[in-house]
């Protein structure tokens, strides 16, 4: 046992943690939350996609205040060291302290977003604690396209102040996030035979750092693909080459540190070859001194039998296509200084035998910018004779700076910390928009105890930061059931 403080939150959060609950593997942690609903005589519902909605009546003399829902979600990424024999499907996770720390051993901890589902049971299993109709919504497949939220019957919702607990921050107070696009570009090309004579060279972007297309758009590191883009586009304006394959990126979320390109030129074309890459590589690592450091531009030799170039219209385009396609942040909010409003991210390029396919994040706090971002791609693909479709699509949150909520929420922040809490909007997705999409009436916002390094082994949550956020949710709940 942990015997840890807040005992009822952290006992949970123990129990849960013995239950396996990766994405897509919730059904064991669905049917423990429909228990311990009915255990408790509390109101339960079990939707198609094992989410949870359990009500529990106010309190005492807070019967007329409007209701409140608390939301989280109870899946987790599952990630473990490389050593590690950890059975995601089976084996419950082991917990450790360290000082003021609780991690797992070899695995993600889970608190994204456990701690929401503890407090929520927490809150659930009271006797003691003041609040109005509560409603404890826990969806599944949050971590892989918010599926359990996108599907949720919002409408049997009665609540109207909506509690999100999964940021990852004390003292913030998240009003707004991002909603996403996600798109692919496929440019057609066909095989053809190579000269003879030529030599084939491997070039290769990396060394950069990458990171989360949404939250870290705003360090401006380096696209690998984009950067290929340019070191292509300017080798063509000094030689002529073939280009044989390219290839990069992992996730549509993930800003690409490594890209390849194969391309063949004649011999007496390398120096110059040589001479492009020193000029890009010393422009590049004064550019990115800040955010890259580590980028390199490699060139190696390589050498394939029977290799076959791509047709030379579509080659051209592809570098045309690299260079100039928009990436990056575009517009940056009026509302709250300093917030990225929306981006691009040219994440992943695929090859297969026909197409060559560009797969784009899109995101924007403004629903109007993120379709016009979208119209964009779909010019560039009508001016290219590409194709451009849609795979996903998420709605964003914007923001209420005028809510009641809010001003409560940062009242009682205040009143009991003597600090001002922090209101901002985030670069990406919270289940917040899916719901306030479906009941845009809701006013919503987005609290969380102090957690560092999600989705990684490296996982650490706070626990005098959860102290401290349990507290103030209590608080909070108390504050809007005085309301009429």
Not at 98 to 127: F, Q, Y
Not at 298 to 319: G, P
Request: charged share 25%.
């Amino acid at each position: 046992m942990l015997n840890l403080e807040p005992k009822k939150v952290f006992d949970y959060f123990e129990e849960i943690s013995q239950i396996p609950r990766g994405s897509g593997n919730e059904k064991a942690i669905s049917d423990y939350l429909v228990k311990f609903a009915k255990d408790r005589g509390l109101e339960v519902v079990q939707d198609a996609t094992d989410s949870i909605l359990i009500t529990k009546p106010a309190a005492a003399g807070m019967e007329k205040a409007p209701g409140v829902i608390v939301q989280g979600h109870m899946d987790m990424v599952c990630v473990k060291t490389p050593d590690s024999t950890h059975d995601f499907l089976k084996d419950p996770l082991t917990l450790e302290v360290d000082g003021d720390l609780l991690t797992a051993k070899d695995t993600t901890l889970g608190a994204d977003n456990g701690i929401a589902v503890a407090m929520a049971l927490a809150l659930l299993d009271s006797d003691d604690i003041l609040h109005p109709h509560l409603e404890a919504v826990i969806t599944t497949n949050e971590e892989v396209n918010m599926n359990g939220a996108l599907q949720f019957d919002a409408a049997a919702l009665k609540g109207k102040y909506f509690i999100n607990v999964d940021s990852e921050e004390e003292g913030e107070i998240t009003i707004g996030c991002a909603g996403g696009l996600k798109a692919v570009l496929e440019l057609p090309y066909t095989k053809e035979d190579l000269a003879p004579g030529l030599r084939q060279k491997e070039i290769i972007v990396t060394g950069l750092k990458g990171g989360h297309s949404g939250a870290e758009i705003h360090t401006n590191r380096g696209n690998s693909h984009k950067l290929m883009g340019r070191f292509l586009s300017a080798l063509k304006k000094e030689i002529d080459f073939e280009v044989l394959e390219i290839s990069g990126g992992i996730k549509d979320n993930v800003i690409p540190s490594h890209t390849v390109c194969r391309i063949a030129l004649a011999p007496e074309q390398e120096a110059v070859l040589t001479e492009v890459q020193n000029r890009m590589q010393k422009e590049w690592t004064n550019e990115l001194s800040a955010s890259d450091p580590k980028v390199e531009l490699l060139v190696k030799d390589c050498r394939t039998e029977d290799v076959q170039k791509i047709n030379d219209e579509a080659a051209k385009k592809l570098i045309l296509l690299l260079n100039t396609l928009p990436n990056g942040v575009q517009t940056m909010s009026s509302k709250l200084p300093g917030m990225v409003e929306s981006s691009l991210n040219l994440a992943v390029i695929q090859m297969t035998e026909q197409v060559i396919s560009l797969s784009f994040s899109t995101r924007s706090n403004v629903g109007s910018l993120k379709q016009q971002l979208n119209s964009v791609l779909q010019d560039f693909a009508d001016m290219n004779g590409l194709h451009f479709y849609k795979t996903a699509e998420y709605p964003e949150w914007e923001m209420k700076p005028e809510s009641e909520l809010l001003k409560k929420a940062a009242a009682t922040y205040q009143s009991l910390t003597g600090k001002e809490a922090v209101v901002k909007a985030i670069h990406a997705g919270l289940e917040c928009g899916v719901f306030l999409s479906k009941k845009p009436e809701l006013e919503a916002i987005s609290i969380g105890p102090d957690m560092w390094d999600v989705h990684s082994v490296k996982e650490r949550l706070s626990i005098s930061s959860t102290q401290r956020t349990w507290e103030y949710l209590k608080t909070l709940l108390a504050e809007l059931g005085k309301l009429n």
